[in-house]
Structure formats: C-alpha cells, structure tokens
C-alpha cells in the first residue's frame, strides 16, 4: 500500500509551507510507523503538544521527521537525521503520507453489483461487490464500497468516498395519524444531495426529504453508524463522528464537530463552529460558536 518514495519527490508536490533542517540526504521512505517504533527508512511526526519533543525526536531511528518550529536540530546527536518544520504537523504528516499511497481502488464496477440503467455513473467511479445503485448520479473520482444501497433520486458529488453497507436515500421515518388513531406513511418525494468530497463512514444511513432535499455540504465527514433523518440540512466541513443520530428537519451549519454519541431533536438549528460534546442530548438550537455539554449550551473557550 505504501510505494517506495525519495524525500525530494515527496517535498516536491507539497503545497504547505515547510523548513528544511538537518541532513541534505535525498532520504528513501518506505514506511510509515509511530516515533517510537521507526525503522531508519520511515517517515514519522511528532506531536508538538508533547513535552519529551526534542528528547523523542533524537531518539527515534526515523531520518525524516515531520514536527514544529520549536524543535531544534542538533548536528552531534541527529547528524543523518532531516526535520520538515510545519505549523501542523499532523496534517503536513497526512498528506506526505498520502502521496505514498497506492491506489488501491481501481475505476469500475464489481460484476456482482446491481446498476439501475439510467444512473449516471462517472468512468472513473469504484463501485465495489453487492452494491444495489437506483437512478442516481455518482461524480468524479467517488468510491462505493461493498454491499452499499443507493436509492433513485440521490445525487453524489466528486471525490466521495462510502465505506461499506452505506444506505443512501431510504424513505425517512415519517408518518400521519389514522382517523383510528394509527399510522400511515406520509409520502417522500425529496432527493438526497451528497456533495464534494464528502465520507460516510460504515453502517451509515441518511434519508431522502419529505418534500425537499435532505442536504450533506462539501468535505463533511461522517463517522460509522451514524443515522440522518430526512429533511436534514448540514453544512460544509463538519465532522459528525460514530453514533451519532439527528432527526428530521435540523439544520446544521458550518465547520461543526458532533462527538459521539450525541442525539439531537428534530427542526433545532445547530450553528456554526460549533462543538456538541460526547453523548449530549440537544433538545435546542444552538448558536454560532457555542457548545452543547449535556444539556448545557454555553459560548465556546
């Protein structure tokens, strides 16, 4: 899964801005480990959070480690050692990373797939074995992994990427009284819009709208066994995390995190950058940059 790379060729296609300190060595990397486990061919990160930063980074056998400004490089103790100095690490780390990554997932559809004949479905699209595609459109470049199911009328974007037995485009649960006073369905004529670059984990599952469009903005990422009602608006670059279950019509925003575990009623309006913490029950809308803590909702540190 990791392809061999030479440091320079790695250095080469990275947007971020980086420094260069230590050895000049045009390091071969072909591995990827924690710090503290490294062979000498690995690339690694350092945390800068961490209070042992320098002494680990000394002691690691890596050659090439990613970490912040604050470290310093000695020639005595890390001669054949190169440091790349980011503002974020992490993320520096992850795209380094990436590009050693082989595709491991090649354009297609598994022969053991269903396909609706008139889904619009892009060349370069994955779809992987048992899948059930409905009449829908797939995007550029989008990964359906095995024994997902698709509903007419859903619409994927670009880059998106469904990990396994995902349910898109279900009827939501919604339901009118009898005149007995029972239940009927209430009809879902909505469609379900996934947009950019947007992750479903495993086991997740969203509705069509009643009447209008269940909505997912771009880059969202959603964690595994998470459900999302019908109607449900959320906005772009959220992180919806596992367990996590919204009900019809709420509305999220912008740059949100919902921890794991949460519930959050139907119709509330969940504002931007704002923070849900573990298990919380939200029974209200919440502001912009404001936290939910159980029940509690106050302004964000």
Not at 130 to 151: A, D, V
Request: proline letters at 4%; charged letters at 20%.
């Amino acid at each position: 899964m990791i392809e061999p790379t030479l440091l320079s060729d790695l250095l080469a296609r990275l947007s971020d801005d980086y420094e260069r300190v230590g050895s000049l060595k045009d390091h071969r990397i072909d591995q990827v480990c924690s710090i503290e486990d490294a062979s000498i061919s690995s690339i690694v990160w350092c945390h800068p959070a961490r209070a042992d930063k320098s002494e680990i980074i000394a002691a690691t056998r890596a050659q090439v480690v990613v970490c912040d400004g604050e470290v310093e490089w000695n020639e005595m103790v890390q001669p054949e050692k190169t440091l790349i100095k980011v503002d974020d690490p992490k993320r520096v780390f992850s795209r380094l990373v990436r590009q050693m990554m082989s595709q491991q997932y090649k354009a297609g559809i598994h022969p053991t797939s269903s396909i609706h004949p008139e889904a619009e479905i892009h060349s370069s699209v994955y779809i992987g074995p048992h899948c059930s595609i409905g009449k829908c459109k797939i995007g550029e470049g989008s990964q359906i992994h095995g024994n997902t199911f698709i509903y007419d009328g859903v619409q994927i974007g670009s880059e998106v990427v469904l990990e396994a037995s995902v349910v898109l485009g279900a009827e939501g649960f919604g339901l009118a009284n009898t005149e007995e006073g029972g239940w009927e369905r209430f009809p879902h004529l909505g469609g379900l819009i996934i947009h950019d670059r947007v992750q479903i984990g495993a086991g997740s599952t969203i509705d069509r709208g009643a009447i209008e469009d269940t909505v997912i903005g771009e880059e969202t990422k959603i964690s595994k066994q998470v459900h999302i009602s019908h109607n449900v608006q959320v906005g772009k670059h959220c992180l919806i995390t596992g367990g996590v279950s919204i009900a019809g019509s709420t509305v999220v925003g912008d740059f949100v995190w919902i921890s794991p575990g949460v519930t959050i009623l139907n119709k509330v309006k969940i504002g931007d950058h704002a923070f849900v913490a573990i298990g919380a029950v939200v029974t209200q809308s919440i502001p912009d940059h404001h936290q939910a803590i159980g029940r509690k909702i106050i302004p964000k540190a």
